[in-house]
């Protein structure tokens, strides 16, 4: 669980969020909407700490792990697609490296033995047997080719990347889901994939895209951005558009009465 409380954050005089109190529980899918500039990737960048904020605070539950889409496409060209999606999951990567390493040391002592059937068994613990099984069907499902999956991401075009990139966010089930605009640059049955995967998810999801229909399939809350404020809605995209249109004309008619 993720809880906002008396959040701002500014770049000039006027900011652009004040007094933001929100809380992001497990098992839901929280859209974040709002005009072009209105804060949303601003808003991702500030929960997953990649941003400071001004003023508040941002408590995640001890002991649980944040995935962010990555946006920049270059970060990983020097690395195979399955080692980036699995750089997702740190803890499993690292691991995977340092067994690498002590079976290829030329001395390979009797101590180094017990530490690496100590690690073996970490890796089991961490899902490490089934995990290039995973990462094949998540780029298979998020249509990277098969032929694609041993290249570099140097080698990769742009809609590529964003396949590994979103496969990198959501391996080894992250508690907190971070996603700025995935659906960018996916087509339909990469779209539908994602969206089955979300339906499917246990933790706690946030989203920015522009894609109704996504949203309307995905999101269980909306947070909506405007005028600095951050307003949390329960239901989908519809549901929210639908509310707003009553409140605005509710809103209309009070002022009609008071003039
Ligand atoms: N690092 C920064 N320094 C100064 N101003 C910034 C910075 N980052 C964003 N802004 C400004 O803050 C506002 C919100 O930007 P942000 O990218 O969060 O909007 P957005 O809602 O994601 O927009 P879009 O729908 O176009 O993606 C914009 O006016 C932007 O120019
Ligand atoms: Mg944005």
């Known amino acids: 669980m993720i809880t906002v409380s008396d ?8 900011p652009l969020f004040k007094d933001v109190n929100l809380k992001f529980t497990n098992g839901n899918c929280y859209g974040i909407t709002g005009a072009n500039g209105a804060g949303k990737s601003t808003f991702l960048k500030v929960i997953s ?12 539950s001890t002991g649980e792990r944040m995935a962010v889409l990555k946006q ?7 690395y195979s697609v399955k080692d980036t ?60 080719e098969e032929e694609f999956h041993d290249r570099m991401m140097s ?35 990469s779209i539908t994939w ?3 995967f979300l339906l499917e998810f246990e933790n706690t999801v ?11 399939t995905v999101c269980t809350y909306i947070c909506d951005i405007d005028y600095g404020k951050i307003t949390q809605f329960a239901g989908n995209y519809d549901f929210w558009y639908q509310m707003t249109q009553v409140l605005q004309r509710q809103a209309k008619e009070q002022q009609k009465k008071a003039e």
């Not at 959040?7 to 006027?14: D, G, I, P």
């Not at 990769?156 to 960018?184: C, H, M, W, Y």
């Open 155 to 189: 080698e990769l075009d742009e809609s590529q990347k964003v396949r590994v990139l979103l496969a990198q966010a959501i391996f080894g089930n992250p508690d907190i889901l971070v996603l700025d605009e995935p659906t960018n640059g996916l087509d339909i049955e």
């Open 206 to 216: 946030i989203v920015v895209s522009h894609d109704r229909h996504f949203l309307n």
């Open 49 to 60: 700490g990649e941003l400071e904020h001004d003023s508040g605070t941002i408590s995640i």
């Open 85 to 144: 999606v699995m750089m997702g999951f740190p803890k499993l990567y690292e691991l995977t490296k340092a067994i690498d390493a002590i079976y290829a040391k030329p001395d390979f002592s009797d101590e180094d033995g017990m530490k690496a059937a100590d690690m073996q068994a970490e890796f089991g613990e961490l899902g490490g047997y089934e995990a290039e099984n995973q990462i094949e069907q998540m780029l298979s499902g998020l249509g990277l």
């Open 7 to 14: 959040v701002s954050v500014r770049f000039s005089e006027k």
């Open 194 to 196: 994602l969206e089955n």
């Open 72 to 78: 920049d496409h270059f970060a990983y060209d020097e």
